[in-house]
């Protein structure tokens, strides 16, 4: 079945997915996905997939696994590259050579500490294998899973389509060849295209490639059957990691209660799941909810547990809410309140004025142009096609939301409650979770794999021993071999255009003189709006309140209105109003930082300007810094709880943040506001109770005097709209300005800080760069390593060899290291000429020190004359423009002038300078920039296998908790 879309977008789109539904935790349904892309019967060429990736200008390529599907998606916007692409994935789709070696790299392997000697210790490998250790470490991760296995006690869902790493090595070659001989095939595929290429060149191509091979074949025994439903409500209990750092250490249980609702085949035609998409936003969103105030409020828990929502990507949909952070003998309690919310919302529905304001948000989504619409698109299809449901069902949320005001309009009084009860209270098939957190969960599972591969390891026989040598002998191998790339198409620099798109800003000044930049964009009844304050005068010790303070800036309520009723107004007439900050340097100086900012955005339905600046203007010179303490005290609890578990499912951006901060001033800025220190801070304050509530309520009170109350400069403003709403706009935002002003005036003399007090700016100049070597030791199972380099600013003649040089060392040698070799998920380097930094990364990787030692090798190969070619340097160019040239939907055109003082001239030198590079160019960067310079060095990673000790070496070892932690002796207390 082929599903085409055609579209005015020259961002064109294929995908073809497969229904997957695996019958075990082995994960063959992922292992294939991956083995699929490493060469097939057209090109047999060691790994494809990634040599395409730097020989095209794809704007998305990927392949993904689902709970039971697999799909294949790319897009672009080169037709040459479209069927390039096109030719590639269908011979690896349905052609791949799926040889054994592929498998032991991707899937798993048994490897020796040292792959030639088999004396050297045992070892599991593999791509997947370590990624899953990853995504699988984490509390959210393991809670979901549970959920997942009880509320589908018998069908394909209860499987873990990713694999679990438990049972991930009891997959086999041969299940894997028999998997893809059976679910590979036309019969069971789905194909989309999109976009402005005739869709007839497309259809021949995949008949002449694929199709034509195939004889129809009956998929019939793959298709998923319902779920045999409860007849009464399951309780489960489950043992699951406790998170990296927690307020409250007798508060660590999750409670989550799931119903399985509407099955989306048979029922494909009922309004039930979008109502229920609807209700289920009406119950969890924003303060105004209907489980806020019993859940968060109640302070029975510390924020929604992972899960809560509604899901509906699978062929039946659940919905489910919960509380983390519980007490143990608070458990009953939660599951009380969430039954008896439940009761009531069934009982009473929901005002109309509140599903209008949801319908709201779900219209500006749709008109909100998007530049990978046709991609997200493409890959929404899948989720209830593959099972022969409404492919189209993504498309139509406006025909289901005029189909639901009509019902709502029928049946005022009962239709929520009708729904609700068919669906909640009425509904047996609900299953009450309850999680017990342990601090030793992944050191369980590490001693776990450690005794089976020790016992595999004692059952071998030399014979057996040689067989694995040789394996992995066999397999180093081949990641070493020149490979015959040039069977893979490629397109070739010539594509590049030599000059950089320029989108035609104007240059006005607003009301008070405030220097305005207009875009006139094709943006869809759109209205979206941007003012930048300055920072630099904001006293020093403030920072480390800035991100409470952008994160709640529409959060307390203002004069005119509660927090509650700001919520509701904002969701019915706006997109949001949000605040963040940011740094930027100049573009010939990476540590002279022009601007520390903060500021203020949102966007409207044109129709709703009017309202949305009168909006914007209350929060700015209105809101409850002060007052609301019960409220600030449960956004902390919330906060403090997402930020304590994120440490282990997002240590890559921990990694990233801290080894940076040693290197640009600002990056030092940020670590103190959004990295490990922020998340310690938050601990403690929320154990500081109602004197750290007050602490927050006085820093955000100092911040808003400043930032609103005249101690920082209007900056600049920005309007992207169409040409016929500026009008209306431009007088939303004088009035705006007027009133700031205005208010501005009255607070005279109410700035932060006092005369002499260390200011942000003061903190960016007095700034030395040093370098660091920290370990964070969380509860995870794999490592995210990152090393970074101070470099070179924008303008700097070596700017745009770094660039491209962080393409050719990812692609030409980390990939090969980190990935093939070392069983890594992913890694890679990247230079940022804007920060004048480089850095290299590896993502759910196993290593830590070789790592480190892979890093300083890649430096080497980079330096050394003849390791990058013009071939790689070409494909680095490719990689390099491809990023540059993506598509920008309307409302983004021009935000490169605006937030990074990136004008035309300017960007049009650093692509002359990109074009002009050669092997030897890129070679002589990394001697002058790279070799011998020190590299800042942070690892997040696995607690229970630090390879260094604190103070050792220069090496700092910290706790989750921002604490030295320091290796016991044996036998010591």
Not at 161 to 185: C, M, N, V
Request: hydrophobic residues 40%.
């Amino acid at each position: 079945r082929w599903l085409h879309c055609e579209a005015d977008d020259a961002n064109n789109v294929f995908n073809v997915a497969f229904r997957t539904t695996p019958t075990d935790d082995t994960g063959v349904a992922h292992v294939l996905e991956h083995t699929a892309l490493c060469g097939s019967k057209r090109y047999p060429v060691r790994d494809p997939f990634f040599n395409m990736l730097k020989r095209s200008l794809c704007t998305f390529m990927n392949a993904m696994t689902a709970a039971d599907y697999t799909m294949y998606p790319f897009s672009t916007t080169n037709e040459q590259d479209y069927f390039n692409l096109l030719g590639v994935y269908l011979d690896a789709a349905f052609f791949p050579n799926l040889e054994r070696v592929d498998f032991l790299q991707e899937g798993h392997r048994l490897e020796f500490k040292d792959p030639a000697d088999a004396a050297s210790g045992l070892q599991y490998k593999g791509v997947v294998f370590n990624e899953m250790k990853g995504a699988m470490g984490s509390q959210a991760a393991r809670l979901r899973r549970a959920i997942g296995c009880k509320l589908f006690p018998t069908s394909t869902y209860h499987w873990n389509s990713g694999g679990d790493p438990l049972a991930i090595p009891d997959l086999t070659h041969e299940d894997l060849k028999k998997f893809h001989r059976s679910h590979y095939h036309p019969s069971n595929a789905r194909f989309f295209s999109y976009g402005d290429l005739p869709l007839e060149p497309t259809l021949q191509r995949a008949q002449d490639l694929a199709l034509s091979a195939f004889d129809a074949l009956d998929v019939s025994a793959l298709d998923v059957t319902d779920e045999v439903r409860y007849t009464e409500p399951q309780r489960h209990d489950v043992v699951v990691p406790a998170d990296a750092v927690v307020a409250d250490q007798a508060k660590q249980s999750v409670v989550n209660v799931s119903w399985l609702q509407v099955n989306q085949i048979a029922e494909g035609e009922s309004l039930d799941s979008f109502a229920l998409r609807v209700a289920s936003d009406l119950m969890l969103s924003g303060p105004q909810a209907s489980f806020y105030a019993p859940l968060l409020e109640s302070k029975l828990g510390s924020g929604f547990s992972p899960g809560t929502g509604y899901a509906s990507s699978r062929r039946e949909t659940s919905f489910s809410v919960g509380l983390k952070g519980v007490a143990a003998e608070d458990v009953e309690k939660v599951e009380a309140a969430i039954l008896a919310t439940v009761d009531k919302v069934a009982s009473e529905g929901f005002p109309r004025e509140r599903v209008s304001a949801v319908l709201h948000q779900l219209e500006l989504s749709a008109a909100r142009v998007s530049s990978n619409f046709g991609i997200q698109t493409g890959m929404a299809v899948m989720s209830t096609w593959v099972h022969g449901g409404d492919a189209l069902r993504p498309l139509r949320t406006a025909e289901n939301a005029a189909k639901l005001e009509r019902a709502l309009d029928a049946d005022p009084d009962s239709y929520w409650q009708g729904l609700l009860s068919r669906h909640l209270v009425g509904n047996t098939h609900r299953v009450t979770t309850v999680a017990t957190a342990d601090k030793g969960f992944d050191a369980k599972l590490e001693r776990a794999e450690e005794g089976r591969v020790s016992a595999i390891e004692a059952g071998l026989s030399d014979a057996e021993k040689e067989r694995i040598v040789e394996e992995c002998v066999a397999l180093k191998d081949a990641q070493e071999a020149d490979a015959d790339v040039e069977l893979l198409p490629t397109l070739t620099m010539d594509v590049v255009p030599q000059l950089a798109q320029t989108y035609p800003s104007k240059h006005e000044k607003a009301a008070e003189d405030v220097p305005l930049q207009v875009d006139a964009q094709p943006t869809n009844g759109l209205t979206f709006f941007k003012i930048v304050f300055g920072l630099r005068g904001l006293p020093d010790r403030l920072i480390s309140y800035l991100d409470l303070f952008t994160s709640w800036i529409s959060e307390l309520g203002t004069a005119q209105m509660d927090y509650r009723e700001l919520s509701q107004a904002i969701k019915a007439s706006t997109g949001g109003i949000r605040a963040e900050a940011d740094f930027v340097p100049a573009l010939s100086d990476a540590d002279d930082c022009v601007q520390a900012v903060v500021s203020l955005r949102t966007h409207a339905l044109d129709r709703n300007v009017a309202t949305m600046f009168e909006l914007l203007g209350d929060v700015a010179t209105s809101t409850r810094w002060t007052g609301e303490e019960e409220r600030v005290e449960v956004l902390l609890t919330k906060l403090a709880a997402a930020a304590g578990s994120s440490l282990s499912s997002q240590g890559n951006a921990y990694a990233a943040s801290l080894a940076k901060s040693t290197v640009r001033p600002y990056m030092a800025l940020e670590e103190k506001s959004e990295g490990l220190p922020f998340v310690v801070a938050l601990q403690r304050l929320v154990g500081d109770g109602k004197a750290g509530v007050s602490e927050v309520c006085s820093a955000l009170s100092e911040i808003a005097a400043h930032v609103f109350g005249g101690g920082a400069p209007v900056l600049r403003a920005r309007l992207s709209a169409e040409t016929g709403a500026l009008g209306a706009a431009r007088k939303g935002l004088d009035g705006f300005i007027r009133r700031l002003g205005a208010a501005r005036k009255e607070g005279e003399g109410e700035c932060a800080g006092e005369a002499g007090e260390r200011t942000v700016g003061d903190a960016l100049s007095s700034f030395e760069p040093s370098v660091g070597r920290t370990f964070v030791a969380v509860p995870t199972q794999t490592n995210y390593c990152v090393a970074s380099v101070r470099t070179v600013p924008y303008e700097h003649p070596d700017s745009a060899a770094l660039y491209l040089l962080a393409q050719a060392m990812s692609t030409c040698y980390l990939h090969r290291e980190l990935r093939e070799k070392g069983g890594a998920y992913g890694g890679g380097c990247s230079s940022s000429p804007m920060m004048g930094t480089f850095t290299c990364s590896s993502y759910r990787d196993p290593g830590t020190l070789a790592t480190l030692k892979v890093f300083e090798d890649a430096v080497a190969w980079a330096a050394t004359p003849g390791s990058i070619s013009t071939k790689d340097m070409n494909e680095a160019g490719l990689r390099a423009f491809k990023s540059l040239d993506a598509p920008l939907a309307p409302q983004s055109r021009g935000t490169a002038l605006f937030s990074n003082r990136l004008d035309d001239a300017s960007r049009q030198r650093f692509r002359d300078a990109l074009l002009a590079q050669t092997p030897e160019t890129l070679r002589a960067a990394a001697e002058a920039h790279l070799v011998g310079k020190p590299m800042s060095i942070a690892i997040v990673g696995n607690a229970a296998a630090v390879p260094v000790e604190h103070g050792v070496d220069g090496w700092t070892v910290l706790g989750s908790d921002g604490k030295p932690t320091v290796k016991r002796e044996a036998g010591s207390a």
